[in-house]
């Protein structure tokens, strides 16, 4: 017989059956949503209204963003901004690879290049440190990606701008409800966009938003979303003709009544979820704090991330991936670096750090669904090894 002493100590028990899956995203979507968006349909105005504005007003007192600009997409949001900065074909736009491919392909989109910046390692983030030796002639702003909801060095970013009389554009997409030394995500840069696509912190179904902080160049976002009609200032003739001149190119880029209705519902309760989620990453980043080869994202005090991501960088990453999956847990990259396209020029190897981001990074599960049993779950999970 085997000396007891000898043995392996028990694992402990799981304090979920592991059958109980664990989705990487789910949707929220708020108990009063359909009487707001049913009181819609009723009324047959599905088109922009005063929803519309009364979303925008709610996203300016709320969350604090500025000239917020509601859209039907992010991608629009990014799109806009960029033909509102003035990019245009032979400019160029200095971004970092780790996002989606939307920030980069708007870009190619208005005839402008995408020219890729390492990041950083520790928040997958744009390194403010390569931003300067890529700038030439051609170059018209800089795009500054928070990824997963973490805040970029946006001090040290405005800092090179500043020097060469660039703009900054923050894709947002993952941020609302962060903030960076105080301020808000959508009230610092020349222009943020937003997504409230359908995992994000506020879905309207689809849509998005695209913060200007100068007046007049806000006032340009409102015409140029609608044909490039300022309808403002172009009243209804006796004849029931709308009386405009255009000056240049607008997109049918508006949100509907029909999304707004859900994105107001959506926005109730938004700040007690945000405090829900951080209690979460708490626990999360108590709970696997020393945890042999794994290495958490940084969290600097300075700003608050919005949190959309769980992110962390892990050796045998398809083996964690493998060992979580089979306990009912999902986890993912989301994305990885997107210069890798052939559209965007193929993989740049001196890109260091994204390299090394490609190869660790992974993210496991954070969203409204989420309780702290779940995580609780998870955490033990990891710890079992991989």
Not at 185 to 194: A, K, N, P, Q
Not at 260 to 276: H, I, V
Request: glycine letters at 8%; a negative charge.
């Amino acid at each position: 017989m085997l000396d007891q002493a000898t043995l392996p100590a028990p694992v402990p028990a799981l304090s979920i059956p592991a059958t109980t899956p664990i989705p990487m995203f789910t949707t929220f979507v708020h108990p009063k949503a359909a009487q707001r968006v049913q009181a819609v349909l009723q009324s047959t105005f599905l088109s922009e209204g005063k929803l519309v504005q009364e979303f925008e007003t709610r996203l300016s007192t709320e969350l604090g963003l500025v000239n917020p600009a509601a859209l039907n997409s992010g991608t629009s949001a990014l799109h806009l901004a960029l033909e509102v900065a003035g990019v245009g074909p032979g400019d160029e736009v200095i971004l970092a690879p780790q996002t989606f491919i939307a920030s980069a392909i708007v870009v190619v989109q208005v005839g402008a290049k995408p020219v890729f910046a390492d990041i950083q390692y520790e928040t997958g983030n744009i390194n403010p440190a390569d931003i300067e030796h890529r700038i030439t002639a051609r170059t018209k702003a800089i795009m500054a990606v928070h990824w997963g909801g973490y805040p970029c060095d946006l001090a040290e970013i405005h800092a090179v701008a500043r020097r060469h009389g660039l703009l900054v554009i923050e894709d947002a997409a993952h941020a609302p409800g962060a903030t960076y030394q105080g301020r808000p995500i959508g009230s610092i840069s020349d222009l943020t966009c937003f997504s409230f696509q359908a995992i994000k912190h506020i879905t309207t179904g689809d849509g998005g938003a695209l913060c200007a902080r100068c007046p007049e160049m806000a006032r340009e976002v409102l015409r140029r979303r609608w044909f490039g009609i300022d309808r403002a200032h172009s009243p209804v003739s006796e004849i029931g003709e709308r009386e405009y001149d255009l000056t240049d190119v607008g997109f049918k880029y508006h949100l509907s009544d029909y999304a707004a209705a859900l994105g107001l519902a959506n926005l109730d309760g938004f700040q007690e979820r945000m405090s829900r989620r951080r209690a979460l990453v708490r626990q999360y980043r108590e709970g696997l704090q020393g945890v042999a080869g794994l290495q958490l994202l940084e969290q600097r005090p300075d700003r608050e991330s919005a949190h959309w991501l769980f992110g962390m960088h892990v050796e045998n990453r398809l083996q964690f991936i493998r060992a979580l999956k089979a306990k009912g847990i999902a986890a993912s990259v989301v994305h990885d670096g997107i210069d890798h396209n052939t559209l965007f020029g193929g993989k740049r190897l001196e890109l260091t750090n994204q390299r090394r981001f490609d190869d660790t990074q992974i993210h496991i599960p954070l969203h409204d669904g989420l309780d702290a049993s779940q995580v609780a779950y998870i955490i033990e999970v990891i710890h079992q090894g991989w």
